[in-house]
């Protein structure tokens, strides 16, 4: 919601800028006082809707917004009162003084960053981290790409083998996730499209946008702007009314005329049309899939099985759906099945727990194996949590699969690993876990 308001501010300062200077510059006597009024009136709602926007945006709280909306709106205001010429007057004249001021204005901005780091500095580094993770992903195919919609995959399996190989600061394990996007739609669409055309998709923008800027559209242009600074840590392009609005963006900067427009508005009529039927079906399963959580939240698995089957060919792309199903199959003990589905959920999703799932169907099936790999992944994945630890430690308790040196390993994981948060869950694992180890204890004195 910040980053579109902040994509709005440009458009609202622009119109404001403009209809200011055509109010100034008017004769009071020239006949126009109709227009006048109305310039008048058209001042007042756009400067009132900036307000309320300036009101709003701190409460937001969204770094990435605040960005996006003083640095296009300065670009807005140096725009339009012509900067460039005065700039390059200023620069032949009082060279010294020019730089000076740049300098200063970098030094500013060297604060700013520092102070908007600060401000949530784990948000920050949260940031960071999934941009170097990635990048990593990106150097794997970096022509090609994953696919649109695998990112999560991508990410999940390039995290998985960063902190498999041990080499890692002990706060990037402080702040690893499961991201759904990458924070950065140019990193995410050099994952999912490939670097070729990713960077052809980002030149056709500037083009447009050095284009709209020749034309003197500032207003379009600055809004254009905010949008790729925002862009650059967040993730507005996943969410269909940025994607609409960008390209309304970029159609104005064509300047179409009335029947282009025309041709516009029905073309984009025709494909509304033919997706309207599905996104329907695809709605009603959603509210369905609501009811049936009902069910898989009580505990009665059996009944919302039969929901979640039914509804699987509509919501097959959804990872939480997914999961949900795979995992109300491992609660009926049908393990072969729930793996099916909860392999299905990890191609769009990178969350650990569908790697617990799937460790803990091998382990009931009997391959003790094979659910040490899937819990050792969980471990790579997200080394900060503790539950894969703890399911590693009662798989090397199991009495067809004890191995005690291992068991001692998992166990002091879990018994000093600080957690992100401390819960009940974590004070009931490590009581087991105790447990287990007096069971140890007994064998071993027994012997």
């Given at each position: 919601y910040s980053g579109y308001l902040a994509m709005i501010l440009p458009v609202?300062?622009?119109?404001?800028?403009?209809?200011?200077?055509?109010?100034?510059?008017?004769?009071?006597?020239?006949?126009r006082r109709w227009e006048k009024v109305?310039?008048?009136?058209?001042?007042?709602?756009?400067?009132?809707?900036?307000?309320?926007?300036?009101?709003?945006?701190?409460?937001?709280?969204?770094?990435?917004?605040?960005?996006?909306?003083?640095?296009?709106?300065?670009?807005?205001?140096?725009?339009?009162?012509?900067?460039?010429?005065?700039?390059?007057?200023?620069?032949?004249?009082?060279?010294?003084?020019?730089?000076m001021v740049v300098v200063g204005g970098f030094c500013v901005l060297l604060l700013a960053g520092y102070l908007l780091f600060v401000l949530k500095p784990d948000s920050a580094r949260g940031r960071l981290f999934m941009w170097k993770i990635t990048c990593r992903a990106i150097a794997e195919k970096p022509l090609t790409g994953y696919g649109i919609h695998n990112f999560a995959a991508a990410?999940?399996?390039?995290?998985?083998?960063?902190?498999?190989?041990?080499?890692?600061?002990?706060w990037e394990e402080r702040v690893a996730g499961s991201p759904e996007y990458a924070f950065n739609e140019y990193l995410q669409a050099a994952v999912e499209l490939g670097i070729p055309l990713a960077v052809c998709l980002l030149v056709v923008v500037v083009l447009c946008l050095y284009r709209g800027v020749r034309k003197g559209r500032y207003g379009i242009c600055g809004a254009i702007l905010s949008l790729m600074i925002f862009s650059f840590s967040s993730y507005p392009l996943q969410l269909p009314v940025f994607i609409v609005t960008f390209g309304l963006l970029v159609a104005c900067l064509s300047g179409a005329d009335r029947w282009q427009w025309l041709g516009v508005a029905v073309l984009v009529g025709i494909i509304g049309g033919f997706?309207?039927?599905?996104?329907?079906?695809?709605?009603?399963?959603?509210?369905?899939w609501m009811n049936a959580r009902v069910l898989y939240n009580a505990g009665a698995y059996q009944s919302a099985e039969k929901?979640?089957?039914?509804?699987?060919?509509?919501?097959?792309?959804?990872?939480?759906?997914l999961f949900e199903y795979g995992h109300g199959l491992h609660k009926q003990q049908q393990f072969s099945k729930s793996n099916r589905i909860l392999k299905e959920a990890l191609l769009r999703s990178c969350d650990p727990m569908i790697l617990n799932v799937i460790g803990k169907n091998y382990q009931q099936m009997g391959d003790c194996l094979s659910a040490e790999d899937w819990f050792i992944r969980s471990t790579h994945r997200l080394p900060g949590r503790i539950y894969p630890y703890y399911l590693l430690a009662k798989l090397y308790a199991e009495p067809g699969f004890r191995q005690p040196d291992k068991f001692e390993k998992m166990k002091r994981m879990v018994l000093t690993k600080e957690p992100k948060v401390h819960s009940t869950a974590i004070r009931q694992m490590r009581e087991e876990i105790k447990k287990i180890q007096l069971i140890f204890v007994h064998i071993k004195k027994d012997k």
């Open positions: 609202c300062l622009y119109q404001w800028l403009t209809k200011r200077g055509e109010i100034l510059c008017s004769d009071r006597n020239d006949g109305m310039d008048k009136a058209g001042t007042m709602v756009t400067g009132g809707v900036m307000l309320l926007i300036l009101c709003v945006l701190p409460a937001g709280m969204s770094r990435s917004a605040w960005l996006a909306a003083g640095v296009s709106c300065l670009c807005v205001y140096a725009w339009h009162m012509d900067w460039t010429d005065k700039f390059r007057l200023l620069w032949q004249q009082q060279r010294q003084r020019v730089v990410y999940g399996n390039a995290q998985e083998t960063y902190f498999a190989a041990g080499d890692y600061e002990p997706r309207l039927k599905n996104d329907l079906q695809v709605e009603q399963a959603c509210r369905e929901e979640y089957g039914r509804l699987y060919p509509l919501l097959r792309d959804r990872a939480s759906f």
